[in-house]
Structures are given as structure tokens and as C-alpha cells.
């Protein structure tokens, strides 16, 4: 497809509307000026349209296409949460607007979507209080880690260590880092969970806590969970749950039963909201009865009188982690779709995601190596097999050639534990059909894979970009604009 600046014909417009009747003046100084105009192409509205319109219809996103990536779920938004998003009495509210008295009734109703929010959260996973600050989830899992690291300095702990699974996510060690901790990794047992003997022999009094999702990365629920919070909390560590793969068994277990006292939930990913492109999200975080005078500010509360309003006089508070009150707009859309489904729907989500990743790894089973042999919950991963690797084929392969079929290729390379990894969530959303076509795709490469592996080399042929040098593009930014 050419660039707009290739299509561009020397003296052909678009719409022009003839001289100004209205007296105009530039007050530009000399120094600022450009010494020559810009070059723009010079095209028919026509033609302006059509091409914008041709690379939209090249966009890929979950509502036009399956999109299995497992480490940032892409599940369907219902349109119904959307328009409800986009209602006047909530998407036209200033967040200065007063809380109460002079025009304050026009936010009593978002405040009492945030208050109401964090009382839904509070009962799927089993904790006190909840912050809707944090707008991602890595942004909550920062939060959540100055609220341990505030817990320890109040207590007067010496505290330096964190622990974390080496199936975590990146940014678990990240997050712990910023912080101001070390990282400690505990390896993986046979099983594909953390070794809770490994981790056994890394307890002392400077661990603060342990950073955990569960089911982990690999899609895998740790039946060792109660232990390893009872360890962690024997020597006055708390435990953290990353609530990343919080759907595989939202509505069927709650995280503080476990033993959890601090726990993020990507409402983007959980709860069916807007994810991808860099935002937007919200990560919500919600903590144990002695963790609740640590929130941020402002926690909104509910007065006697039935009106809601914000606090700020919380002496031990971590302080402001977001502008205001976070993604106001996402927390309305998990709350509409929170109510929507209802106790049972949320425990269906568990169900039918538990059902499509463990019908997918069925189906996939012998085409490719699965990283754990055994049933799995809400995604499984893979690994190219021998065959494969003989003819020199990556799990990159694999996925290029999944976008000339038509599918969002799966995370690739992770975990970073198993070895061309491929990692496929299929969430609740999608139907068996869908699967189907998928699975028979995924089919087809790995006996491409065996026969004619150059196709996959060459794959993608049905985009304009084939295989950019990312690693080269990163080193070597060329930001100059075209002549």
C-alpha cells in the first residue's frame, strides 16, 4: 500500500472553502518561522478518505479477529458496557466537580460506581478494601508493593527481600525493584509450580513478602497455595497476589482464602474492558484489614445521610498513585459488566475459559510439545517440537504464519522457562467454531513445518511489512520526517 506522500498529485485539493472575508494577522516571530512550508501531499478528499479507510480495514483487534494472546488477555467488550460508558452523566463529569452541594449531585453517581465497585471486589476476592487508583496492572502491582514496603517500615521491619517464581511475570521483579527490594527467584518444581521446598530454604526475617499469580504463567493452579502464604506470613511477610489470571477462577475461589493479603485485578483483562495499544486499563488493589489504613488517597466513603464523598485524612497512607481517581471509565464498564453477569455468570467465566484453553491443549496435543502434560485452567503452553527444530523452525515462524490465516499469533517466548514457548488463552468469549478453525490452522503450520518449512520462513506474505528488524529499529530510531 503506498504512503499517503506517494499518492500525492502536484495541484489537486479537496474541499476549498475561497479567500476569508475576516481580516487576519500573524504574529509569529521571524526565529520561529519555517524557511520553507511544510510538504504535504496534495490529494481529493476522495482520495484522503479511501486510504485512511483502507488502513483501518488492516487493523487488528479482537473484534474483527481471534486473538489468543495469553499474557495480555484480549476477551470481548460487550457494546452494552460500552455505551453505558459513554453516557452524558458519566462521560461529561469533571473530576473538580464538587462532591457535595453547589451542582455536587452530578457526581454522587460516579462516586457511588467507585464505592459500590470496591464493595464487588471486595466479595470475588476475599479482601477489605480496594483502590481504584491504579491504572494498569503493573501500575497496581507498584501500588501494591509500596503498601507492603509502607506495612514493614510502620512495624519497624528490616525488611530487603521479595520472592517471586521463575514463571513469573516481568514485571513482578520490577515492581518489587522500584520498591526498593531485591528479587530472590524460586525455581519451578516438576510440576510447572513453585517449589515450595525451594522457597522453604529461602525464608529469614528480611523476606517482606512473595509475588505470585495462581494459576501461573504456565496456566497451572499451585496446590500448594495455603502453604506458601502460611510460610510467608511465619516470618511476617506478606503474600501478593497478582491477579493477572484472575479469571480462571473468579466466581470459584477468592485469593484472601488462600491467604493472600494484597491482590491487583486487571479489570481489563478479568472483567471485559477496552486492553491493548498501550492503554487503557485499570488495576485495582485490594488489601487484608491491616493493610486498609495504607490505600492511597482518596478512598470514597458513604455517609450516614446516604451521600458519598472522598477521605483524605488518612495519617499512614502511600499518598496520590494516579491523578484523581484512576480510569473512571473502565471501573464503570467492569461494574456494568460485573452486574450484568451476577454470581453465577462470573463463575461460568471460570468455567468456559477453563474449558476452551483445556480443549485447545486436547486438540493441539502431539502437533506441538505441551510445556506441562496435564490439564491446565485458563491457558495452555506449548513448545515446538524436535521435528520442527530439525528443520529449523521457531515458534516466531509459527506465528508469523498464523497472521496470513487470519489469527493474532499467541505470546511467544514466554515464559521465559520453556523453551519456544507459546502461550494460548483463549478466554470464555470465544465459540467452538472459532477454536476449530485454529486449531486446524495451528495443524496445518506444524505439518508445513515438517514439509515445506520455507513457507513459514517467508510468512507473512498478506501484509505490507513482512519481518522488520524490531531489534535494529529500536537501536537505530529514525524519527526524520519524509521530504
Known sequence: MKLLFEKSVPERTGVWPGPSDVPTTINIQDSLLRERCASLPELSELDVVRHFTELSRRNFGVDTNFYPLGSCTMKYNPKVTERIATYPGFAHLHPLLPQLRMGGMLTQGALGVLYEMDLLLREITGMAGFTMQPMAGAHGELTGMMIMAAYHRDRGNKKRIVLAPDSA?????????????????????????MDAKALKQELSDEVAGVMLTCPNTLGLFN????????????VDG???????????????????????????????????TPHGGGGPGAGPVGVVEKLVPFLPVSIVVKRGDGTYALEYDRPKSIGYVAPFYGNFGIVLRAYVYILMLGKEGLARVAENAVLNANYVRAKLNGAYTPAVDRVCKHECVFSTTEKMAANDVHALDIAKALIDRGFHPPTVYFPTIVKEAMMIEPTETESKETLDAFIAAMIEIADLAEKAPEQLKAAPVTTPVNRPDETAAAKNLDIACLP
Open 223 to 234: 496446590p500448594h497455595i495455603k502453604e506458601i502464604c502460611d510460610l510467608i506470613h511465619s
Open 238 to 272: 506478606l503474600a501478593y497476589y497478582d491477579g493477572a489470571n484472575l479469571n480462571a477462577i473468579v466466581g470459584k475461589a477468592r485469593p484472601g482464602d488462600f491467604g493472600f493479603d494484597i491482590v491487583h485485578v486487571n479489570l481489563h483483562k478479568t472483567f471485559a
Open 169 to 193: 511475570h516481568g514485571t513482578n521483579p520490577a515492581s518489587a525493584a522500584i520498591a526498593g527490594y531485591r528479587v530472590v527467584t524460586i525455581p519451578s518444581d516438576a510440576n510447572g509450580v
